[in-house]
């Protein structure tokens, strides 16, 4: 079955704790990326990568690294949390960047 | 910056009757496409709309695209409970380079269709 998967599915943290988020999708896509949604600001792009090793920065990427060394893979990496980032995250794949984009089923982080 | 921008934020109609919804954008696109978001879960796409096309149906969904307007609607004919959920465009956009891949989502509509 054509999915993209995110774990874990909920978190709940501390401050400055380091943590990953991880996204794998089955589809040979090149294009992912990481959104975080927020009640009354929607979606916003945090990265996206258009193939292995190439990343670049999306409208929110401060506090996060993401890395693309699989095809498959495309990691979130909050290497010291705040509570500003506590949201629910979003991975998609598509086979371009401009395509259809699937969704995995989200990540609800809490930063306390 | 926020590129789509979803119109009317919440939408509340009876079962059978049509939904529109519409979204306005700032600059050139490639590609706008309309997604679904039923609570707390995933997007699902349903439909996309390139920036030569100007209709586009797909079962009970119409879209249309005005560029020289920057907006796009989507149509939902004979509505059904089952379509309440929050409904969002997304734009590409253009530069000299050709598209930059990044998608840009509106704020979405939230759509409730009472049975």
């Known amino acids: 079955e054509a999915q993209v998967t995110q774990n874990p599915r909920y978190l709940i943290t501390v401050t400055g704790k380091k943590l990953t988020v991880t996204c794998s999708q089955n589809?040979?896509?090149?294009?992912m990326s990481w959104y975080r949604q927020d009640p009354g600001l929607g979606l916003r792009q945090i990265y996206y990568?258009?193939?292995?090793?190439?990343?670049d920065k999306g409208d929110v990427p401060e506090g996060y690294k993401v890395s693309r060394k699989e095809k498959r893979n495309f990691p979130l990496i909050l290497e010291s949390p705040s509570p500003n980032q506590t949201s629910l995250y979003f991975c998609?794949?598509?086979?371009?960047?401009?395509?259809?984009?699937?969704f995995g089923p989200g990540t609800r982080l809490t930063v306390t | 910056s926020q590129q789509g921008e979803e119109d009317p934020q919440a939408l509340s109609i009876q079962e059978g009757e049509n939904a529109t919804m519409n979204c306005s954008y700032k600059?050139?696109?490639?590609?706008l496409q309309w997604y679904r978001q039923n609570s707390g879960r995933g997007l699902v796409h349903l439909i996309l709309?390139?920036?030569?096309?100007r209709e586009k149906h797909s079962g009970r969904l119409r879209v249309t695209l005005d560029t020289s307007k920057k907006s796009s609607s989507l149509l939902i004919t004979a509505s059904r409970a089952a379509d309440t959920a929050s409904y969002f465009c997304a734009t590409d956009g253009v530069w000299s380079g050709g598209s930059n891949y990044k998608l840009t989502f509106g704020k979405g509509t939230l759509l409730t269709v009472n049975p």
């Open positions: 709309i390139r920036s030569n096309e």
């Open positions: 589809m040979n896509h090149e294009y």
């Open positions: 998609a794949s598509s086979l371009r960047g401009n395509y259809e984009q699937y």
């Open positions: 600059t050139s696109i490639n590609n």
């Open positions: 990568s258009m193939n292995v090793e190439v990343t």
